[in-house]
């Protein structure tokens, strides 16, 4: 029996972001697992004119959670959904529930966050420090908690080369700009947000960089420990391989590659590709849970959970493999056949913009207007190569994360822990990984049929003889135009014809010499 799995058994456990792609995870595992806890709570907010059950019950019925429904039948009676939004003082929780939560919590993941690199500053300042610093004030109050859990991001300090796994602190105080903000307007909130983010690259990265030192600073005497993932990926191996539910990180680009709408990056192809399937952070998060609860280190231990120092792929290899697998499972109705590359300065990515990404967009809206339809290409393009300038700070760059509390962790789990909770990504083979990943993509993002591969192998074949036949149009269009105006043209091309008549009466007299 596995000692973390039985830990779990009979505990009342509270989870924040639970309706988030973690969160999902996390929550699947444990009622698999450890069929037998308690209770969990979940924070969640009424959503998309969705009540809180509704938002449950569309959880558990997703694919996600069938093998669950299997060993934990009455898993709707386990779920205790309170409304919470951690935007509001006191999460907006009513008495009664915030009563039960503090008498009965056992152990916290705090997993919500806004993870949107464009919010503003005191957005996410709120969800991101000040939330985690109300939770912590709540933890504070709970007599049977035996372990607090923050999961934060291995981007937190990527300021920085090399990250140990440490707190570091940040040039400002967390509580100095949580007053601030209290009292300044947007507008000057707007004007010193570079000023005080400084070398980080987005709001999202500096505010889970002050949200740990909150953590830090207001631990007390609770049991806790910092989990820092790096660019969460579809599930490797468990409940089944593949699955992903939003556009975040890699999964937009994905979409985007396959569609034919992105056909070129600016990346460095030899930087590490840092991505982490999102069953083994989870399984790192319980083994944490349980190590913290159990061994009550006397500091808050940071762990890192990435996979560039055990077992590294970069961005040439995941992108190569992800566009051989659009050629054994192509994606539906693309705009144009997949083909992406890497580029590797501002010029060049500017030339692919305007020719491979602005101009095909032009073309398209045009055509559309002609046909009576609302022109929506131009725009769709002009958020895609947004979203994707966003992204280039972390395609282009490497880091060096330490796994020392990590490998210790797996050194203290029992060989039975050590399959259950699995964590070691050395295991992992990347082109394997990589091709469910896609086929995760087509399946539960964008909710395609398996039985649709045949038509869309033929639509390719399509774009591609379109595409050649535009290509040779185009060659012909601009040469015709060329040997109008230029004499040397002329020549060249009096030379290639009249080389092509000899050659072609020569081998017509050949054959008739044989005959
Ligand atoms: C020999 C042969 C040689 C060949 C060489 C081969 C080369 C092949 C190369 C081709 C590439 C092939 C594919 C490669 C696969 C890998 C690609 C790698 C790129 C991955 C980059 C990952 C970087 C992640 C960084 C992680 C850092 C920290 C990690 C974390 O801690 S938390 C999670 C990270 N958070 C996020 O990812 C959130 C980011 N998103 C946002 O902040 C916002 O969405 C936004 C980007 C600001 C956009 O906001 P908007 O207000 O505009 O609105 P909205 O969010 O509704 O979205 C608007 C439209 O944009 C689309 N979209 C959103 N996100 C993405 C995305 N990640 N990628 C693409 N598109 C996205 C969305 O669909 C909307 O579209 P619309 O509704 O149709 O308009
Ligand atoms: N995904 C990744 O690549 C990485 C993620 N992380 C970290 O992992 C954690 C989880 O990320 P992930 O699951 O990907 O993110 P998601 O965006 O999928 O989930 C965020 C969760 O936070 C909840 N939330 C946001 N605002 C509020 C609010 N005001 N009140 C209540 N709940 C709220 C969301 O609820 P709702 O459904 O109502 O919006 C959702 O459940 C975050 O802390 C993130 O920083 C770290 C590294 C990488």
């Not at 908690?145 to 937190?156: D, G, Q, R, V």
């Not at 990984?433 to 038509?455: F, Q, R, S, T, W």
């Not at 105006?485 to 054959?511: E, G, P």
Request: glycine share 4%; charged share 20%.
């Amino acid at each position: 029996m596995s000692t973390i799995a039985a830990f779990y058994g009979g505990k009342s456990i509270l989870i924040t972001g639970a309706t988030g792609f973690l969160g999902k995870v996390l929550m699947e595992k444990l009622f698999r697992t450890s069929p037998d806890l308690k209770v969990i709570y979940i924070l969640v907010r009424p959503k998309a004119g969705q009540t809180l059950q509704q938002r449950v019950f569309q959880i558990l019925d997703s694919k996600l959670f069938e093998k669950v429904k299997e060993v934990c039948p009455n898993v709707h009676e386990k779920i205790r959904a309170i409304y919470a939004d951690l935007n509001q003082n006191d999460f907006a929780i009513s008495k009664e529930d915030m009563q039960e939560l503090l008498s009965c919590t056992n152990i916290i993941f705090h997993c919500a966050a806004t993870v949107r690199f464009d919010d503003t500053l005191r957005h996410a300042v709120q969800l991101n420090v000040t939330a985690t610093r109300q939770l912590l004030l709540m933890a504070s109050q709970m007599p049977k908690l035996e372990a607090f859990i923050h999961i934060s991001t291995a981007y937190s300090n990527c300021n920085l080369k090399h990250i140990d796994e440490v707190i570091y602190p940040c040039p400002v105080e967390p509580k100095k700009i949580i007053d601030s903000l209290e009292w300044l307007d947007d507008a000057i909130i707007d004007e010193i947000t570079p000023k005080l983010i400084r070398d980080w690259p987005n709001i999202y990265t500096y505010t889970k960089a002050l949200g740990e030192m909150v953590v830090q600073q207001e631990s007390r005497n609770l049991s806790i420990a910092i989990i820092r993932p790096s660019i969460v990926g579809a599930t490797w191996q468990e409940p089944f391989p593949g699955w992903v539910d939003n556009i975040n990180g890699p999964n937009g680009i994905i979409i985007a590659t396959g569609k034919g709408f992105l056909r070129a990056i600016k990346a460095t192809p030899m930087a590490v590709a840092d991505v982490i399937p999102v069953d083994t952070v989870v399984n790192l998060m319980l083994a944490v849970g349980w190590y913290t609860a159990v061994h009550r280190p006397k500091s808050t231990l940071v762990y890192h959970i990435t996979s560039g120092n055990m077992n590294p792929c970069n961005w040439h290899k995941m992108g190569v493999q992800v566009l051989a697998t659009f050629e054994k499972i192509p994606f539906e109705r693309p705009f144009r056949r997949p083909n992406a590359n890497f580029t590797s300065n501002s010029f060049t990515s500017q030339y692919w913009n305007a020719v491979s990404h602005r101009a095909p967009a032009i073309i398209y809206d045009c055509y559309l207007r002609l046909t009576g339809r609302k022109p929506r290409m131009t725009k769709l393009m002009n958020r895609l190569l947004r979203t994707v300038s966003m992204l280039e700070y972390f395609i282009n760059r490497s880091w060096e994360w330490s796994t020392y509390n990590t490998e210790m962790l797996m050194s203290e789990l029992s060989p039975e822990d050590q399959r259950v909770f699995n964590f070691d990504v050395r295991q992992l083979n990347w082109l394997e990984y990589i091709e469910n990943y896609v086929l995760g993509v087509k399946k539960y993002l964008l909710k395609e049929d398996m039985a649709g591969i045949p038509e869309a192998k033929q639509r390719l074949k399509r774009l591609r003889n379109i595409h050649y036949l535009f290509n040779t149009a185009l060659f012909l269009i601009a040469w015709r135009l060329l040997i109008a105006r230029s004499q040397m043209a002329r020549n060249v091309w009096f030379f290639i014809v009249s080389f092509c008549y000899k050659f072609l009466s020569y081998f017509r007299a050949s054959s008739t010499l044989k005959v």
